[in-house]
């Protein structure tokens, strides 16, 4: 059974940083794409980032840009979201997401084209 398992979710002070880890399981082959999307309460899930395995090539929420950064260990088959000066507004509940199968660009920031989601790890910044 293939997984996306999150972890490194936790609470930080305004300014901080947090690293978030998510392992993939259950296939020798890499996904294609990985990502992240977030749900504060009472918003709507948005992306946030997203890596294509194969090159590396990556993709960024504009309210991220600059902050945050998304990498791969191919080795490992795990993908990292390092999550820098963080605001209160990054408060949410963030899902690791995968996909198999060559995609466009504008698709990996849309919720739609994954089909492997995590449980979702808290991430509470703290004015």
């Known amino acids: 059974q293939v997984r996306v398992v999150e972890s490194g979710g936790g609470l930080v002070q305004a300014g901080g940083s947090l690293r978030l880890s998510c392992a993939a399981s259950g296939r020798t082959i890499s996904f294609d794409d990985m990502g992240w999307f977030r749900q504060a309460p009472g918003k709507e899930r948005e992306f946030v980032a997203a890596i294509r395995w194969s090159g590396g090539g990556t993709s960024y929420a504009d309210s991220v840009k600059g902050r945050f950064t998304i990498s791969r260990d191919n080795a490992k088959n795990t993908v990292y979201l390092q999550m820098n000066s963080l605001k209160p507004e990054d408060t949410a509940v963030y899902y690791c997401?995968?996909?198999?199968?060559?995609?466009?660009?504008?698709?990996?920031?849309?919720?739609?084209?994954?089909?492997?989601w995590g449980q979702g790890t808290q991430v509470t910044v703290s004015s």
């Open positions: 997401v995968a996909r198999f199968g060559v995609t466009t660009a504008q698709a990996m920031g849309d919720s739609r084209s994954y089909d492997y």
